[in-house]
């Protein structure tokens, strides 16, 4: 029988995930909750860009949605720039009675050391209410922080050091409100966007390296952050809107997990909006964009991903694969036990049901 499943928000994550939702015959989708007024009232399958009519109209009331009683909802609201706001639509959606497969908050992939007492406490509070699980991830925090370096990790002898890498040019990215207010992109160079901020770097990725060293079995001593940007040289347009002459063009940061006085788990992202823009700096595999998993150890490897989709460009591709990764987790997080779940309680393949999905059409 089909879980049903209510889907929150049509972002560049939600969009790609609702699509996935209406396609899936492993889901019904059971409702569809907006926040722009504009989208109130038309079907679900025109705002997932697909050419069919599913006869649910979306609503901007999320405790109406909720009385229709999902199985699990799909939450891909902004979480950046509205942390209180979303920690609150996930409490009341989990008291509700519906499990959550998350994008957002990306403190919730990990919390613990990060998040005070009282912000957790009320998450988890919600889940005994409600009997429910909660799964947050994403691409990076997310499945190339965890999967990606857990599975090759397993084959090693011993394991030194690891480096997470995304490079990527974002010029193609439409999402104006976490490039230009969070990331700070086109700003003059003296104008530090909340990105920068200190402890913020160690905030956003910390969830991830705490979560890979919990997974190798110990705990790191400290999280170091440190990042460096290139202003442009003149002014040009990208999707998100305009970049000015001296405005951030590019930007590396790495964020590194120190155990015993090494760094030993790495999280380092370039990131451009013009490929000609810092050459010195990481390359990525593929025109565009790729992440890259480097293992010193015995044996070592640098593993380049290089995702690619039929519908888009390698940002679509990347932003398709966090979709996935949330969408594919439903089942077993209906199944698991209530509480805040991460992916060391969730079983390693989630894929189950994609190919049946494929050879079913």
Same mark, same amino acid.
């Given at each position: 029988?089909?879980?049903?499943?209510l889907?929150?928000?049509?972002?560049?994550?939600?969009? #790609?995930?609702?699509?996935?939702? %209406?396609?899936?015959?492993?889901?019904?989708?059971?409702?569809?909750?907006?926040?722009?007024?504009?989208?109130?009232?038309?079907?679900?399958?025109?705002?997932?860009?697909?050419?069919?009519?599913?006869?649910?109209?979306?609503?901007?009331?999320?405790?109406?949605?909720?009385?229709?009683?999902?199985?699990?909802?799909? =939450?891909?609201?902004?979480?950046?720039?509205?942390l209180?706001?979303?920690?609150?639509?996930?409490?009341k #959606?989990?008291?509700?009675?519906? /499990?959550?497969?998350?994008?957002?908050?990306v403190?919730?992939?990990?919390?613990?050391?990060l998040?005070?007492?009282?912000?957790?406490?009320? @998450?988890?509070?919600?889940?005994?209410?409600?009997?429910?699980s909660?799964? &947050?991830?994403?691409?990076?925090?997310? !499945?190339? /922080?965890?999967?990606?370096?857990?599975?090759?990790?397993?084959?090693?002898? $011993?394991?030194?050091? @690891?480096?997470?890498?995304?490079?990527?040019? =974002?010029?193609?990215?439409?999402?104006?409100?976490?490039?230009? *207010?969070?990331?700070?992109?086109?700003?003059?160079? *003296?104008?530090?966007?909340?990105?920068?901020?200190?402890?913020?770097?160690?905030?956003? !990725?910390?969830?991830?390296?705490?979560?890979?060293?919990?997974?190798?079995?110990f705990?790191?001593?400290?999280i170091t952050?440190? =990042?460096? $940007?290139?202003?442009?040289?003149?002014?040009?347009?990208?999707?998100?809107?305009?970049?000015?002459?001296?405005?951030?063009?590019?930007?590396?940061?790495?964020?590194?997990?120190?155990?015993?006085?090494?760094?030993?788990? @790495?999280? *380092?992202?370039t990131? $451009?909006?013009?490929?000609?823009?810092?050459?010195?700096?990481?390359?990525?595999?593929?025109?565009?964009g790729? =992440?890259?998993?480097?293992? &010193?150890?015995?044996?070592?490897?640098?593993?380049?991903?290089?995702? &690619?989709s039929?519908?888009? *460009?390698? /940002?679509?591709?990347?932003?398709?694969?966090?979709?996935?990764?949330?969408?594919?987790? %439903?089942?077993?997080?209906v199944?698991?036990?209530?509480?805040? $779940?991460?992916?060391?309680?969730?079983?390693?393949? &989630?894929?189950?049901?994609?190919?049946?999905?494929?050879?079913?059409?």
């Open positions: 029988m089909a879980l049903r499943v889907h929150v928000a049509t972002g560049n994550v939600g969009r #790609i995930a609702l699509s996935q939702l %209406i396609e899936d015959p492993r889901f019904e989708l059971a409702g569809l909750v907006v926040s722009n007024p504009k989208k109130i009232g038309r079907d679900a399958g025109e705002l997932a860009g697909l050419d069919v009519v599913t006869g649910v109209a979306a609503t901007g009331d999320l405790d109406a949605a909720l009385a229709a009683r999902p199985d699990c909802t799909v =939450y891909c609201a902004l979480g950046e720039t509205r209180f706001e979303a920690l609150a639509d996930v409490q #959606i989990l008291a509700s009675g519906s /499990n959550v497969v998350a994008s957002s908050p403190p919730l992939i990990y919390p613990w050391g998040l005070p007492d009282r912000m957790i406490d009320p @998450v988890e509070d919600a889940c005994r209410t409600g009997g429910t909660l799964f &947050t991830t994403g691409v990076d925090p997310g !499945w190339v /922080n965890d999967l990606l370096p857990f599975a090759i990790a397993s084959t090693c002898q $011993r394991v030194e050091k @690891v480096v997470c890498s995304e490079i990527a040019d =974002y010029a193609t990215y439409d999402g104006g409100p976490v490039m230009f *207010d969070f990331m700070g992109f086109g700003r003059p160079l *003296d104008d530090l966007p909340r990105m920068f901020k200190p402890g913020i770097l160690a905030a956003s !990725w910390g969830v991830s390296l705490r979560m890979m060293a919990r997974g190798f079995g705990d790191l001593d400290d952050e440190w =990042y460096e $940007r290139e202003p442009a040289p003149e002014a040009f347009d990208v999707a998100a809107g305009h970049i000015p002459a001296g405005g951030v063009a590019a930007m590396r940061l790495k964020i590194c997990g120190v155990a015993g006085g090494r760094e030993v788990l @790495v999280i *380092d992202h990131t $451009r909006l013009r490929g000609d823009l810092r050459p010195d700096w990481p390359q990525p595999a593929q025109d565009g790729s =992440y890259r998993l480097e293992i &010193t150890g015995e044996p070592s490897y640098r593993v380049d991903v290089c995702p &690619t039929a519908k888009g *460009d390698h /940002n679509y591709a990347a932003i398709a694969a966090g979709a996935g990764r949330i969408v594919n987790a %439903i089942p077993d997080v199944a698991a036990p209530p509480g805040l $779940r991460t992916p060391l309680d969730l079983p390693f393949n &989630t894929a189950r049901g994609v190919f049946a999905t494929a050879l079913t059409r």
